[in-house]
């Protein structure tokens, strides 16, 4: 079943898609092989000269060029001309800047609106468990249930509950036949596609293979309840976004620098911000492998091991994972524990304060002083 979805995601992409390598935790030129696709091998010197030399029976020169054209290659494509391909990333980099800034906005006023959504639920659910000692709810009832299993999460797991099942969603449509153009065009970052900014944040949530939406999910998990109770559910929401952004514009410019083009999905790069900013925030908590319990590290010495593989990646060239993505996502959480909190989230005031205004106009009492409380 998968060798078959493989099969048909790599025969409607055509040979652009398979010239270049996947990258990232983001399958590389094993997962082509494993697909069944192999490079084609260069004949000697001496095959050519055998072949000139065949009699006549043998097989016919355009016979020849159609079969060889008929083959997938897995050759990585040629980069593009220095300033042109720079010139390319002004589009991405203005995306990022004003996505990033769009995600704070939406951040603050979600805020103002659930502090004031909170105050007035505090009193329907005054008159609600009075209205329930009146009429008392049905032990079985299943919804009662329902929000009892729900509310036993912490507000970290209820928040990136959502952001699993869109992965998980997004995981489905890569199944539908139909869907491979798309999925692969607005599902994959890459650097010498058309589509440029949509896949820049869509393909943080896009995971090809189960295993890796499986280590993504759980790594995001398990990090979610500290990075939630730290940063606040709408302020995580508003880094992790921005950091899929971010980390994906990070591995554009390493990708155009060097010249290894190629397309690349995943979560990785935004978990790796949410990450880095708990270990960031509380260095000397302990951390371990799920795989080997017994064996614990403070987060400190995991975030600086975790920078210094990829640095190594990125340097060497490493084509397994996406290490200028996991790099960009490392270092944007460290910077924003450490400076955009403060440059960021402290100064919305005035923003909030702005929106408060316009939605307050013409109402009674309609002045901006509430929205510095908020």
């Known amino acids: ?131 329930e000692k009146l009429h008392p709810q049905k032990r079985g009832d299943i919804r009662k249930e329902i929000n009892q299993w729900w509310n036993s999460f912490s507000e970290g797991q209820r928040t990136v509950t959502g952001i699993i099942a869109a992965n998980a969603i997004v995981f489905c449509c890569w199944r539908v036949p139909s869907l491979q153009r798309s999925m692969i065009k607005y599902f994959t970052s890459n650097p010498a596609s058309k589509t440029l900014c949509s896949p820049m944040i869509l393909s943080t949530f896009s995971h090809f293979s189960f295993f890796h939406l499986a280590a993504n999910m759980y790594v995001l998990w398990s990090f979610s309840t500290s990075a939630v109770s730290m940063l606040g559910r709408e302020q995580f929401l508003a880094v992790y976004l921005s950091a899929g952004v971010v980390s994906t514009f990070v591995s554009y410019v390493s990708k155009m620098a060097t010249g290894r083009l190629g397309p690349s999905l995943g979560a990785s790069g935004a978990i790796m911000t949410v990450l880095a900013a708990v270990c960031t925030k509380m260095p000397e908590a302990k951390l371990a492998i799920i795989f080997l319990p017994m064996f614990t590290f403070t987060a400190a010495n995991a975030l600086k091991a975790i920078v210094a593989m990829d640095t190594a990646g990125l340097v060497l060239g490493w084509k397994f994972f996406d290490h200028a993505a996991h790099l960009g996502g490392a270092l944007f959480g460290i910077w924003y524990v450490l400076f955009g909190h403060e440059l960021i989230w402290k100064n919305r005031e005035p923003f909030v304060n702005l929106w408060h205004n316009l939605r307050t106009r013409g109402g009674p009492g309609g002045g901006g002083d509430r929205g510095g409380s908020v």
């Open 1 to 131: 079943m998968a060798w078959r979805s493989c099969s048909a995601l790599f025969r409607l992409t055509g040979e652009d898609f398979l010239r270049s390598s996947v990258k990232g935790d983001r399958w590389p030129h094993s997962f082509l092989r494993r697909c069944g696709f192999r490079k084609a091998a260069r004949k000697p010197e001496s095959k050519k000269v055998e072949e000139e030399l065949a009699p006549p029976h043998t097989e016919s020169s355009e016979a020849v060029i159609q079969r060889r054209t008929s083959t997938p290659h897995c050759d990585q494509q040629a980069p593009p001309s220095s300033p042109r391909a720079f010139s390319r990333l002004i589009r991405p980099l203005v995306f990022t800047v004003g996505f990033t800034g769009c995600s704070f906005g939406s951040a603050a006023i979600w805020q103002y609106e659930s502090v004031k959504f909170r105050v007035q639920s505090f009193f329907n659910e005054i008159r609600a468990d009075w209205l």
